[in-house]
C-alpha cells in the first residue's frame, strides 16, 4: 500500500508540474488494437493496460521480487538496524541505512549505467538520495512488524511499481526529473515525514506516560 499511495502521490505531482503524459501507453494501444476487436475502443484498451500492469506488478511485488529483494533486506534492514537503531535511533538509522544502501549500486550506476545512462555521477547523488527516503518506510515496517519480511516486500514493490513512472512521465530529461529523479524524491518525502511524525509522536506520547 505504501508504494501504491506513493505512486497516486506522485500521478499528482507530475500533473501539478506538468510532467504526467500517456502518450506511451496510448503508443502499446495503438500497436493493440491492430490485433484486438475494433469493438474495443482505446479508453477501454488503456484502462484495461494501465489495471493490468498494476496487478501483475503487485503480484511480482509479493512473490518473485520479495524473495529477490529479502537477501538484501536481511543485510539492510535486518542486521544493519538491529546493529545501529538502538544507538542512533530512527532517523540517523535511516539516513546511514540509506546511504549505504544508495552507495551500493554507485559502480552499477557509474560503470553500467543502472537506471541513469546519461548522468551517472548526478545519478548516483539522487539514487542515494532516494534510497534514503525508501529507507524510512523500509524500518518504519521493519520495526512495526519485528520482521524483514514486510520490508522484502516493500523493496519488492517498488523494483515492481516504480518503473512505471517511466511511462507516465514526459520530461526533457526524465532521469533528473523523473521517478528517480527530483520528482521521486519530492514524491517520497511525504510518507518519509508521515513516517517520521508517527515514530516520534508515539516516542513522545510514550515519555509523557
Not at 490485433?35 to 509479493?62: C, D
Not at 521521486?184 to 513522545?204: A, D, N, Q, R
Request: glycine content about 8%.
Amino acid at each position: 500500500m505504501i508504494t501504491f499511495a506513493s505512486l497516486g502521490i506522485y500521478i499528482l505531482f507530475s500533473i501539478a508540474f506538468g510532467f504526467f503524459s500517456l502518450s506511451t501507453l496510448i503508443e502499446q494501444t495503438e500497436v493493440l488494437q491492430n490485433i484486438l476487436p475494433q469493438e474495443i475502443n482505446q479508453v477501454t484498451l488503456l484502462i484495461v493496460i494501465f489495471l493490468s500492469m498494476l496487478l501483475s506488478s503487485y503480484l511480482a511485488a509479493i512473490t518473485l521480487n520479495a524473495i529477490f529483494a529479502l537477501g538484501e533486506e536481511i543485510g539492510w534492514r535486518g542486521f544493519l538496524v538491529n546493529l545501529l537503531i538502538e544507538k542512533l535511533g530512527f532517523l540517523k538509522t535511516s539516513i546511514v541505512v540509506g546511504i549505504l544502501w544508495g552507495f551500493w549500486h554507485a559502480t552499477a550506476i557509474v560503470l553500467l549505467g543502472h537506471n541513469y545512462q546519461i548522468h551517472r555521477i548526478e545519478g548516483t547523488l539522487l539514487f542515494t538520495a532516494i534510497t534514503i527516503l525508501f529507507t524510512f518506510s523500509h524500518i518504519f515496517v521493519r520495526i512495526s512488524s519485528n520482521s524483514v519480511l514486510p520490508a522484502a516486500s516493500l523493496h519488492g514493490s517498488i523494483n515492481a511499481l516504480w518503473g512505471f513512472t517511466l511511462l507516465i512521465t514526459k520530461s526533457s530529461d526524465n532521469e533528473i526529473f523523473g521517478g528517480l529523479g527530483c520528482l521521486g524524491i519530492i514524491t517520497w518525502l511525504i510518507p518519509t515525514l508521515l513516517f517520521l511524525y508517527v515514530v516520534y509522536y508515539k516516542e513522545t506520547k510514550q515519555s509523557l506516560d
